[in-house]
């Protein structure tokens, strides 16, 4: 089944403890992205991908880091995760061309309390 | 750059009442639009998208959005809304130029059906 799996899906944590939330597709999508989920705010981009070893800032990456060493995987890392990063994290895939470009495969998300 | 606007934050429609969503975008091409649908404590699903060609398009489960370049607007629609519609629906946004790819969401409206 094509899809884009993240862990943890819940995870409660304490301000400076750092965390990697995983993510992996099995589709051969070269673009990869991590939105965070606010309400009232939508989805808001933290980091994209374009393809392996390309990464590049969203709207909201302060905070946050990212790497793309394998095309599947696309890791998100909170070095010193603070209060403000309590939020809802998903993770998405697409491909950059041809049929299906655009149209991200979402995962099921992550939520994240960090205390 | 580009954006979106849901100006609703919360519907309430009664079951089998017909249902319009506002969205409105701002793009300086021809944008790829999207409506999807997050259902509470799930990820986000595609309802239907807009590259080109027809401006009313057809998505799953009896929604479909009429593509309006004068407005700006790419409402979502369905004649009869049934109690499994109660959920956060999101519109978005891409661009693919110069090799960067993005897709902004807009804040969400959601989306109460009574009986």
């Known amino acids: 089944e094509a899809q884009v799996t993240q862990n943890p899906r819940y995870l409660i944590t304490v301000t400076g403890k750092k965390l990697t939330v995983t993510c992996s597709q099995n589709?051969?999508?070269?673009?990869m992205s991590w939105y965070r989920q606010d309400p009232g705010l939508g989805l808001r981009q933290i980091y994209y991908?374009?393809?392996?070893?390309?990464?590049d800032k969203g709207d909201v990456p302060e905070g946050y880091k990212v790497s793309r060493k394998e095309k599947r995987n696309f890791p998100l890392i909170l070095e010193s995760p603070s209060p403000n990063q309590t939020s809802l994290y998903f993770c998405?895939?697409?491909?950059?061309?041809?049929?299906?470009?655009?149209?991200?495969?979402f995962g099921a998300g992550s939520r994240l309390t960090v205390l | 750059a580009q954006s979106v606007t849901q100006p609703d934050i919360h519907i309430t429609v009664s079951e089998g009442a017909s249902l319009e969503l506002r969205c409105n975008y701002s793009?300086?091409?021809?944008?790829?639009l999207f409506w999807y649908v997050q259902s509470p404590g799930q990820g986000l699903q595609l309802l239907l998208k807009y590259f080109s060609g027809d401006t009313l398009v057809q998505g799953i489960k009896g929604f479909e959005a009429e593509f309006k370049r004068s407005q700006s607007s790419f409402n979502l629609r369905k004649p009869s809304v049934h109690w499994s519609d109660a959920a956060e629906y999101f519109c978005a946004v891409a661009s693919n130029s110069g090799g960067y790819q993005k897709v902004t969401f807009g804040t969400g409206t959601k989306l109460q059906v009574i009986p």
């Open positions: 998405a895939s697409t491909r950059t061309g041809g049929s299906g470009a655009n149209v991200l495969t």
């Open positions: 991908s374009m393809n392996v070893e390309v990464t």
């Open positions: 793009y300086g091409a021809t944008p790829y």
């Open positions: 589709m051969n999508h070269e673009y």
